[in-house]
């Protein structure tokens, strides 16, 4: 965490421009323009065939088809923004903020389809969780077991190429072998912060919507809040510079 600082201090202009324009903008717009998900039935109300769970069911299909294409473009967005965070540092020798984008670009593809192929076993992990809802605990474990193992997936995307996704993969978890508890802590840090620090402008911006519907200062509090996750994003990205840098020394 303290290379992480480091490196913002000296860099916080060039990260902060990249930042706002491909992390703080389509968080801005998700906010402000896409509606929160319809919230699923109660327990008791969760019956198939019931009433409530058809009207259910029928707003979340509308959902998806108004708004689903959206959320995943403004989503991959965020990621290809924090993807030119950490090419700025190991796309080559501190390239230009111009030549880290066309870097990344080029190998956004591989860092997508490895992003798929470790969502397999963390979806899998869920459907049991599902299933039997006393290991919601045990797949939570997984999750951060998987981020920490992969943290430097993106990293050595860039700083390794021509590596594919899987060689990237397998990179990542031989580098990471026997530090998994130190980097989950940073990457549970990390994101715990996010989502604290965002939680109450999105309850008051949820709020508004429905009793309060002033747009001026919905824009307000939803910027407040995509603010909050541009910095998270900066400090995700340079979180997984440093520990490239550490593991790889």
Known sequence: MRDAWRLWRRDWEVLTAVAGLFVFLPALAM????PDMPSPPAAGEAVPGSVTMAAYEQGLTQWMLNYGGW???AQAVVLFGQFAIVALYLAGDQPPASKALIAAARRYPLLLLAGLIIAVPIAAAL???QALPLLMAAFFVIVFWVLARTIVLAPTLLAEA????????????HLTRGHTLALAAAVMTVILAMTIATWPFEQVDAWMVVHAPNPIARTIVDMIAATITGLGGIAMA????????????
């Open 127 to 129: 459907l049991l969780a």
């Open 31 to 34: 906010a402000m323009f896409i």
């Open 162 to 173: 021509p590596v594919g996704a899987l060689g990237a993969i397998t990179r990542s978890l």
């Open 238 to 249: 340079l979180v997984q510079v440093a520990a490239y840098r550490r593991l790889k020394a």
């Open 71 to 73: 959320q995943i473009a």
